[in-house]
């Protein structure tokens, strides 16, 4: 049995009409997950059966990116609605992405809210809750993606489903374990050895160092690479091989 054991996931199909975003073909060589854009935030029909149809060709687990309906904002921006219309949300972009699932004979695997919603859910109760219940509802068998330790973990585990706590490799950590808000300037880690570094002691220690100089106690089930910047796929690689280096297993979450 393998001593460490972690997924790999990237935001995927998130390019739209005109507009292409990220290196997803590239990237979906070294990756165990895929969180596919759903259309609102980003991705549309046909950039979401490209990248279903490549997540099978690669064997990679095919999970749903659900967004706030923000196309302009990119889904980073908050929207201010009930918790009946999160589920109705969730349930909606699910669809999109489990009927082109089924034009390949796969299943759908996981399912990972994405930028302002993800966060929402990490700190709200109430919304985390809805989308929890429209995960269940759809497929109890879906496993449910969530930043390590947040109210969208404790939803999940409530509503009877699968969870996976989610770390990332490309963002710093406040001294309560949330993201640095993007609007921040030391939100992102540009450099790719660091990066590693960081996940390594997540997996290995459950740490992560703080933008304060503290550690925070931290579970890493699944890490996230973001597909969208053109370094996507030199940092994907390099974090890949780091931990493959470093004893860690890299295994889909559920196989």
Not at 40 to 56: L, P, S
Not at 66 to 88: C, T
Not at 204 to 209: A, C, D, M, P, S
Not at 240 to 246: A, D, E, F, H, K
Request: hydrophobic fraction near 40%.
């Amino acid at each position: 049995m393998e001593k460490y054991l972690v997924d790999l996931n990237s935001d995927l199909g998130e390019s739209f009409g005109a507009y292409q975003i990220g290196q997803d073909e590239f990237v979906m060589k070294y990756i165990t997950s895929a969180n596919i854009a759903a259309g609102y935030h980003a991705g549309d029909h046909n950039v979401i059966r490209h990248a279903v149809k490549q997540a099978a060709e690669n064997n990679v687990g095919i999970g749903v990116h659900p967004g706030f309906q923000d196309l302009q904002g990119f889904g980073r921006r908050i929207l201010h609605v009930e918790p009946e219309e999160i589920y109705n949300l969730i349930v909606y972009q699910i669809g999109a992405v489990q009927s082109f699932a089924q034009l390949y004979n796969q299943k759908l695997n996981h399912i990972k809210p994405h930028g302002a919603l993800y966060n929402l859910a990490a700190k709200d109760a109430r919304q985390a809750q809805a989308i929890a219940q429209a995960v269940y509802d759809v497929d109890p068998a879906l496993i449910l993606f969530g930043l390590a330790g947040s109210e969208l973990i404790k939803a999940g585990e409530a509503a009877g489903l699968q969870v996976a706590n989610e770390v990332f490799a490309d963002r710093t950590y406040q001294p309560d374990g949330s993201l640095t808000p993007r609007t921040e300037a030391n939100a992102m880690i540009e450099d790719p050895k660091e990066a590693v570094r960081r996940v390594i002691r997540m997996v290995q220690e459950g740490k992560v160092e703080a933008v304060d100089g503290s550690d925070v106690a931290i579970k890493a089930d699944t890490i996230c690479v973001h597909g969208d910047t053109d370094a996507a796929l030199a940092f994907v690689m390099e974090l890949q091989q780091g931990l493959v280096r470093n004893g860690i297993t890299i295994k889909r979450v559920g196989k």
